[in-house]
């Protein structure tokens, strides 16, 4: 089955510096990639996701880049807010009715 | 539009004891899925359900775990009984039916955060 491996699992930068956490997959057929945020004691929401047609997606300081050839993913977050450390966990799926397999997740610590 | 909804929001019990928890998703979505989540690790998949049929139960502990979902819409996930590696975050998800080709968003509950002593 679908194998991920999220790295760093602990990121700490000071606000408005950029953070990247990165992601590997396993399975060439898998074609969609979410990312999660969970604070603390709340439930995961989706901040962004990829598709395997594209290579990169922006939504204002959130950005995915994917490398199908390479079978990894990446979350940029850009000028961080404190309001932004959580737990961030990828996720890959090959779509369809199949399952979300996640990552590990990063804990992400910005600090003031 | 209301969330997915989940009860109840904690629950501690001895080992070997049963439990039981709830799921009620968003309006119109037809999958719905249980995952496990243990301290500091990404959810698991338990099961998965496509209206009131299991998609994929690969994952779930049948000698302990049981799950049903049948008039498709609420779903309860049953532990037992209970071992004290139980103790985790329970989630629900749910989302609308996946397309041949897409896959569609999930949307979690706020979870059930269980205990087992």
């Known amino acids: 089955g679908e194998n991920v491996e999220q790295h760093p699992s602990t990121l700490s930068v000071q606000e408005g510096d950029s953070a990247v956490i990165k992601c590997t997959y396993s399975?060439?057929?898998?074609?969609?990639f979410p990312w999660y945020k969970q604070e603390l004691g709340k439930r995961p929401q989706l901040i962004i996701d990829?598709?395997?047609?594209?290579g990169e997606k922006k939504d204002q300081r959130i950005a995915v880049t994917l490398n199908k050839t390479a079978k990894h993913f990446s979350l940029h977050i850009t000028e961080t807010q404190p309001e932004d450390s959580a737990v961030y966990f990828c996720?890959?799926?090959?779509?369809?009715?199949?399952?979300?397999?996640f990552g590990k997740g990063t804990m992400l610590l910005v600090s003031p | 539009e209301a969330g997915v909804a989940q009860s109840p929001r904690y629950k501690i019990i001895e080992k070997r004891q049963s439990v039981a928890f709830w799921c009620n998703p968003i309006?119109?979505?037809?999958?719905l899925y249980w995952y496990q989540q243990i301290l500091g690790q990404g959810p698991k998949l338990l099961i998965q359900f496509q209206n009131n049929g299991v998609v994929d139960d690969s994952q779930l502990p049948k000698d302990r775990f049981s799950a049903e979902r049948l008039k498709g819409v609420d779903s309860t996930l049953k532990i037992q009984p209970a071992k004290l590696e139980d103790s985790a975050v329970y989630l629900c998800?749910?989302?609308?039916?996946?397309?041949?080709?897409?896959?569609?968003?999930?949307?979690f509950g706020p979870g059930t955060r269980l205990l087992v002593l």
């Open positions: 399975d060439s057929a898998s074609n969609y």
């Open positions: 309006s119109g979505h037809a999958t």
């Open positions: 998800a749910s989302s609308l039916v996946g397309s041949s080709g897409g896959q569609e968003t999930q949307y």
């Open positions: 990829i598709r395997s047609n594209v």
């Open positions: 996720a890959a799926s090959i779509g369809g009715y199949s399952t979300l397999t």
